[in-house]
């Protein structure tokens, strides 16, 4: 198949390009940098060392004797060269990664916050127009979020993507439909989220574009059988307080000594998904397109649920590093439940990587063998949700909002 990866160079989307070209299929990757000018913004690049996209290319190349074409384009900006490259490629499906995709750095500044809706509702929104200006029957597989739903619906097992209800007809009879589960944002970079789902249903239905909505746990894990073949294919790895998704965190921290940062009580539970398993779900969904006229498929893309002090408490008993609670910065539920169906993707053949099984080697893999790239400053977590009330005690220095750039504008946005 003829697949157009958006966003290719990033973390999910550089394994996943390399998985569907290592299983024949033909990949054109199509990428701004905006991820790597905010390794320059923030000062923090990947923990790993990642080599330059041509250089990742060209490795590719020479590992696998396949070739993987690049288109550098702004998606959210370039539309008529985005409808150029779909009327030449003609893909069969288009991988759409290529949003900001940091809750925190989403909640930086004014700056960062319109950056976040400019640049991921219209990157969606050119894409959608773009296929049905362009007219090719293209599949769209769409990274979204679990975090779409929200994480207050204790005692309910989330379902993918539709809820059934029941409403009071005006004629006194019961009306049964199925609506898009209640979104319930809480961040700005979710709420782009939750309006990507609207754009995909008005599209669908209005011009019959054939769409899969992954609604992705927390990716945790660097490495794919791909990018562990030569040193220039590595994959990136996010530590910071904006881009470090919390398991890697507590993995690098572990790896360094540093004690473990718990936010608030940790009694928050989020879903999980190995790197591994999320280059396989985007296979499956490739490979297996809705058909013209079915509505859009939303897939949950998660395979394990854990409390984050559950999982902080793991980690230091296999490595003997301290918990370390510190002021939460979200304003979300101290403690919440989440259960979440994931039959669609376990139906398709997906055979999950846990938690245990690949923890300890990622550890000493890759966070031991990078620990001397580490920047302790940027371990924590500084864009704060709302300002404290201004009565409130100021916290202690090392946990004080880095405000000093807080008006900046994102790198990604001068781009
Ligand atoms: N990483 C996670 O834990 C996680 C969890 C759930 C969902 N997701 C979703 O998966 C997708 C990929 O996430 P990731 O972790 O790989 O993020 P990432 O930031 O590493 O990769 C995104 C890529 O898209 C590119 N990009 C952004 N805006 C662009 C634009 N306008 N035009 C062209 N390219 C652009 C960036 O340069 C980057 O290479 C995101 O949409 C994200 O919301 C990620």
Known sequence: MKVLVLGGDGFCGWPTSLHLSARGHEVVIVDNFARRDADVELGAPSLTPIAPLETRLAAWHEVCDRDIGFRRLNIAEDYEELVELLDTVRPDAVVHFAEQR???????????????????????????????????????????????????????????????????????SEVEQEILYPPSPGSVYHMTKTQDQLMFAFYNRNDEIRITDLHQGIVWGTQTPETVRDERLINRFDYDGDYGTVLNRFLMQAAIGFPLTVHGTGGQTRAFIHIRDTVRCVELAVTHPPVRGE??????????????????????????????????????????????ANRHLLDLGLQPITLEDGLLREVTEVARRYAHRCD?????????????????????????????????VPAAAKS
């Open 102 to 172: 940091a809750a925190p750095y989403s909640m930086r500044s004014s700056a960062h916050k319109r950056y976040t809706v400019n640049n991921n509702l219209n990157a969606t929104n050119n894409l959608l127009v773009g296929i049905v200006e362009s007219g090719i029957d293209t599949h769209v597989v769409h990274l979204g979020t679990m975090g779409v739903y929200g994480y207050g619906a204790a005692g309910v097992t989330v379902p993918e993507g539709y809820l059934r209800v029941r409403m009071d007809g005006d004629d006194g």
């Open 295 to 340: 509505r859009v498929r939303i897939f949950n893309q998660m395979t394990e649920t854990h409390r984050l002090i559950e999982l902080a408490r793991l980690v230091s008993h296999l490595t003997g590093t301290p918990i370390h609670h510190v002021e939460n910065p979200r304003k979300e539920a101290v403690e919440n439940e989440l259960r979440a």
């Open 376 to 408: 302790r400053d940027k371990i924590p977590s500084r864009p704060r949700w709302t300002e404290p009330p201004a009565t409130a005690p100021a916290p202690p220095a090392d946990e004080r909002p880095d405000r000093g750039d807080a008006d900046a």
